[in-house]
């Protein structure tokens, strides 16, 4: 329904053909996709040598509870550093957005990665923005059918390889990549490819600048960080204006004393930042909620300016004060706060995985029954002691316990035992003690493990409760 | 046929057909993605059709083409059958990965010797884990999930006093033979006096403080033939694993709830009452109905639940 009465809530997209543009930005943005790439790419086939567990460097292994990370094993009760590690990129978030603005969308974020490896395609297969744009104009023929399928055929296995790469991290890689391609891989590994294809297809090939403007919230919430300070990309106003505005290279306006003369500005309306943009915004109107911050429009300008000789970009990184002539900060209370708190939770994390402990103890009573009468009066509780070796060593573990004077441990025959590496056992453990006239109730103790033969693994104890009748009977 | 109004700004456009003058119907046709997902929903279904059980037949139904699950049945015979879910089901627990892991593990501990398993402490934890669901599915109803027992009625198996023994081969034999525990009833035998005087003398076995010449007045009864009680709990009254008689001199109790009374008089008056009714318990056999590695399992885990011997 199109009223004209009423305003549309839907608007339909308008194509975007971005230019393909050279310079100091554009080759940054390379080299940063080039090492993304690299990394996610290739990570998952670089081999490990490991004394127990699978060779391979990266590996997130659900089924057994742990996490592979080259020298680190992530084990499940670890799995709070991941609160600390999303923490920490919250925080690097606000950080470098405060100082530096949208950083991480225009030259970090996986959109604007796969969108540059799109465009990539698209150009070497269907040309440069001119071309695209007459290509689509005109009627479907043969060969406009062949260079359009031959885009998304490309599209569509930069896709299938993302997915595919992004499943062999849960798996043995070499071995997963075969059961894949001969139909014997579990049903996730399918599910999971399949699905980051035809996401990958559609945001970096179909939605693109939709995504960064109408779905992300980062997107949004960046906003909200920036202040007078804040680096944005700009436009210079002044100089590209002059005083009366901006205007084409004629006979007239030919040099740029002429046109200062004339208080021409030097933007000679060229719309080259424009054609470049990814997300199809005009830079020269000032600050957007579209702008990714991906430079690309200062590498335009910068060519232009260049080509003409009269200096720099008329694009470029600033601030709002600093356009505005006054003297801009970068360390605020706010970037300094932020900093220090960023440095706070990189330093425990750092030190929370540099002291994870080699061995693990954990108590849990056995409360069906809570407690049992022995033929000699005494009291019997049962606990379960869950015991995790976390190094790559066999440990030999003595089981003890202190604090109940009198008491005794029976673990059966496994007084000693030998813990494999890399595995936890559940092992039960039977406390007796005299029941006593004037203690009721409960009463703390710890059991103690203390590895034997070892002087790098310490002892490790946990804190359990004996409970005792009530009543005394 | 009316008038077909002109379209004026603002107004839905409708069919063009007006009744009884003025009567016209909006056309607000459906958007087109929501007609193709419609006829895709239809193809789906065709396929879907073809592919899997779908309609109804007389008495049966059309079964699909994949006729391809394989499973073994109750019975112990191979079994392939078209697409479903309990066959799948099935299927995934004896094929599963973790199925045939548990499979190994099984083998495992059903080769392995009792004083193998009781020293492997990875063993023990997976005779632990599966043992549990046995005893929760198999003794759990009498004997209490965690072996705590009823006092009066099932003994407890969480404790160290072992009726049969306690034993792993007095425990094996017990699980799978079953017992039938049997005391006759004494109120013939005794007047209320003598009653008196044997409680009395089985309360001090275990350290009671009672009145010492009531005491020994029933100590005559339970060690000679008047009573006759030293036949199956001795005359030292510490009772007999082949009669599954119980302990009196220890401190527990299994059918006369003696540690839950504050005084005497309630004590002797739990403990007449066991004399002058007897006791009459059962435990089924269960060799018929487990199989020889579960007892095995549950065997191992009855002994850690109390200590065994």
Redesign the interface.
């Known amino acids: 329904?199109s009223?004209?009465?009423?305003e549309s809530l839907y608007q339909a997209r308008i194509p975007i053909y971005p230019r393909s543009v050279k310079g100091r930005f554009r080759n940054l943005k390379w080299g940063i996709l080039g090492l993304a790439y690299g990394v996610y790419f290739l990570l998952p086939w670089l081999r490990w040598e490991r004394n127990v567990g699978p060779d391979q460097a990266v590996l997130f292994d659900i089924a057994a509870r742990k996490f592979y990370l080259f020298g680190l094993v992530v084990h499940a009760q670890d799995l709070f550093w991941l609160a600390g590690l999303l923490m920490i990129a919250a925080l690097l978030l606000f950080f470098v957005t405060g100082i530096a603005g949208r950083v991480f969308c225009g030259y970090f974020c996986f959109q604007t990665l796969w969108t540059d490896l799109y465009l990539l395609i698209e150009r070497l297969v269907q040309g440069d923005r001119v071309t695209r744009i007459r290509l689509d104009k005109a009627p479907w023929t043969a060969g406009k059918m062949m260079r359009k399928g031959l885009t998304h055929l490309l599209w569509l296995l930069a896709a299938f390889w993302t997915g595919l790469t992004f499943t062999l991290y849960w798996d043995n890689a070499p071995q997963l990549i075969v059961d894949w391609f001969t139909g014997r891989a579990p049903f996730a590994a399918y599910a999971t490819t399949l699905f980051l294809t035809a996401t990958t297809y559609v945001m970096a090939g179909l939605a693109r600048e939709q995504v960064c403007t109408y779905m992300c919230p980062y997107a949004r919430f960046q906003s909200v960080m920036f202040d007078a300070d804040t680096r944005i990309v700009a436009y210079d106003a002044a100089r590209g204006e002059g005083s009366q505005g901006r205007h084409k290279v004629t006979r007239e306006l030919k040099s740029q004393e002429q046109r200062h003369q004339q208080g021409v500005g030097d933007c000679i309306d060229c719309g080259y930042c424009v054609q470049v943009c990814p997300t199809g915004i005009d830079i020269r109107n000032g600050l957007q909620v579209q702008c990714i911050s991906c430079a690309l429009c200062i590498d335009a300008c910068a060519t232009i300016m260049q080509s003409l000789g009269w200096g720099k970009s008329l694009v470029r990184y600033t601030s709002e004060k600093q356009a505005a002539g006054e003297p801009s900060r970068i360390w605020k209370p706010k970037t300094v706060a932020y900093g220090l708190v960023l440095l706070a939770a990189a330093s425990a994390l750092g030190w929370s995985v540099g002291h994870q402990a080699p061995l693990e103890m954990s108590v849990v009573q056995?409360?069906?029954?809570l407690f049992?009468?022995?033929?000699?009066?005494r009291i019997?509780n049962?606990y379960e002691l869950h015991l995790e070796n976390k190094t790559d060593e066999p440990l030999r573990l003595a089981i003890m316990m202190r604090g109940l004077a009198g008491a005794e441990l029976?673990v059966?025959?496994?007084a000693s035992?030998?813990?494999?590496p890399q595995r936890s056992?559940?092992?039960?453990a039977?406390v007796r003690w005299q029941s006593h006239h004037d203690i009721k109730g409960s009463r703390s103790f710890f059991f103690d493990v203390i590895p034997q033969r070892r002087r790098d693994v310490g002892m490790v104890s946990a804190p359990a409760t004996f409970y005792l009748p009530g009543?005394e009977? | 046929m009316g008038d077909t109004k002109a379209k004026s700004?603002?107004a839905?456009q409708t069919t063009g057909h007006a009744w009884d003058g003025d009567i016209q119907e909006f056309n607000?046709p459906l958007p087109n993605w929501w007609l193709w997902a419609f006829y895709a929903t239809v193809v789906f279904a065709l396929v879907y059709w073809v592919l899997y059980p779908a309609w109804p037949v007389g008495g049966t139904f059309t079964k699909g083409v994949m006729n391809d699950i394989t499973f073994v049945d109750s019975d112990g015979k191979k079994v392939t059958t078209h697409w479903n879910t309990r066959a799948l089901l099935l299927k995934d627990l004896q094929d599963g990965k973790e199925a045939r892991l548990s499979r190994e593990y099984m083998d495992k501990v059903a080769a392995a010797g009792y004083s193998e398993i009781?020293?492997d402490?990875?063993m023990?934890?997976f005779t632990?884990s599966v043992a549990k669901g046995l005893f929760g599915d198999n003794c759990a109803p009498c004997h209490?999930?965690?072996?705590?027992g009823v006092i009066g009625l099932f003994p407890?198996l969480?404790?160290?006093?072992w009726l049969w023994g306690g034993r792993i081969e007095d425990i094996q034999s017990t699980i799978g033979q079953g017992h039938l525990g049997f005391m006759p009833a004494f109120r013939d035998t005794f007047n209320d006096k003598q009653l008196d005087d044997l409680a009395s003398y089985v309360l001090s076995l275990s350290g009671n403080k009672v009145d010492e010449a009531a005491s020994a007045r029933g100590k005559i009864l339970f060690q000679t033939d008047a009573g006759g009680c030293y036949y199956c709990h001795t005359k030292a009254g510490t009772g007999l694993k082949s009669q599954g008689a119980a302990?009196l001199t220890?401190?527990?109790w299994t059918i006369a709830d003696v540690?839950?009374?504050?005084d005497l008089e309630t004590k002797k008056e739990r403990v007449e009452k066991v004399i002058s009714n007897g006791v009459q318990r059962q435990m089924p056999h269960w060799s018929d109905r487990l199989s020889a590695t579960q007892i095995k399992l549950l065997t191992v885990y009855v002994h850690?639940?109390?200590?065994?011997q």
Not at chain 1, 366 to 369: E, G, I, N, T, V
Not at chain 2, 158 to 161: L, Q, R, S
């Open positions: 329904m009223d004209a009465g009423t056995m409360r069906q029954p049992v009468r022995l033929s000699d009066g019997q049962n029976d059966g025959r496994l035992l030998e813990l494999p056992l559940r092992v039960v039977r009543r009977g | 700004s603002g839905v607000n009781l020293g402490a990875e023990m934890a632990r209490g999930s965690g072996g705590q407890n969480a404790d160290d006093a302990n220890d401190q527990i540690n839950g009374a504050t850690e639940l109390g200590g065994g």
